[in-house]
């Protein structure tokens, strides 16, 4: 029952499926780039290295001999994996599933020209110049993403063709991993965003979750709510969806398939093979068992009889307005201090503009106003400042020598 499981990358949703694992008696091993990542701090060994470094990744697999590998990240040398399953190891979903959807390419080939599903007009591009060219194709507004990046990352609307050469820049300033490629996306003029959560078991069977709603802001999720209320013919379409890109993919897991709901009926978006940051809305126990139990149940091959909605839930982030150390946190208590709130903090060592530090979550009964728990969310969200424990040590240090003086 118990093994030895190696997590590659160690962020919020790595921490908080590394505390499902551990209830479930497990033992984990959480690589990251820096120490004192969020699941590191609650795993039973940590190692880190450059997991684009394919020398330093076999090193360690090498070292611990790990049951299963479970990545969390994109920039892995996931090539690698496909020797890893060789050698007995289990990758989740796949070493297949793993190395098409860490790449944006793959995965759009995949959905587009393979399987004929419905998505935006694109186009890729790997210079300034071929971007001027793509844009041109798509049309304007459209959308740029780096082919390898998370939570937004290097992403960014284009809404003239001055602001081609900008979105470029900023694609390669902020991706992840060496590929420089981007894909370029013509804009949906989308009512709704949804994450339809999939779990896809050992023995064949695939499981949905509730739809869960969502909102961005420079490309990463600022609000999420579930259950989204989306019609019957776009819920049955979507699981349709994404049984038949998760089934291509093959392996046991959680999936976040992403979705466009348009006038004009759906659109696939994107798909990651791992818990999804949307999901954190289920820690507010909207679910009978939340995205990360799910996530290492289906890895274990452990039974998930179904999936139920328990009650109705949002959630809202907490961000980092600056740079800073050791950071501090003020106003928790004002945020939880109604019925029905929690908060979520994730433990990062440093803080930079906009980065993801906490999630408040609200949750009432399964037929409460969906609208009204996002208010709720968002407004003790906003009570929750993240201030640099740096700049107070300088603060402190500064006071004392002036009352010294």
Known sequence: MVKKIMLLGSGELGKEFVIAAK????????????????????ADEREVIDMLDGRALDAIVARHR?????????AIRTERFYDYEKEGIQVVPSARAANYTMNRKAIRDLASKELGIRTAAYRYASSAGELRAAVKEVGIPCVV????????KGQSTVRSE???D??????????RGDIAEVIVESFVDFHTEITLLTVTLKNGRTLFCPPIGHRQERGDYQESWQPCRISDADLGQAREIAGKVTRALGGAGIWGVEFFLADDGIYFSELSPRPHDTGMVTLAGTQNLSEFELHIRAVLGLPIPGIELLRAGASAVVLAEKEGRNPRYTGVEDAIAEPGTDIRIFG????????RMAVVLASGGPESDIDALKRKAIANASKVKVESGEAQEIERISSSRSCWL
Request: charged share 25%; glycine share 6%.
């Open 23 to 42: 209830r479930l008696g497990q033992y984990v091993i959480a690589v990251d780039s820096y120490d004192g990542a969020p699941a590191q701090q609650v």
């Open 66 to 74: 790990p049951d299963i590998i479970v990545p969390e990240i994109e």
């Open 145 to 152: 993403k780096p082919l390898m990046s998370s939570s937004g």
């Open 162 to 164: 001055e602001e081609v």
């Open 166 to 175: 900008r979105a470029w820049n900023y694609s390669q300033s902020a991706k």
């Open 348 to 355: 990062k060592p440093s803080t930079r503009p906009y980065r």
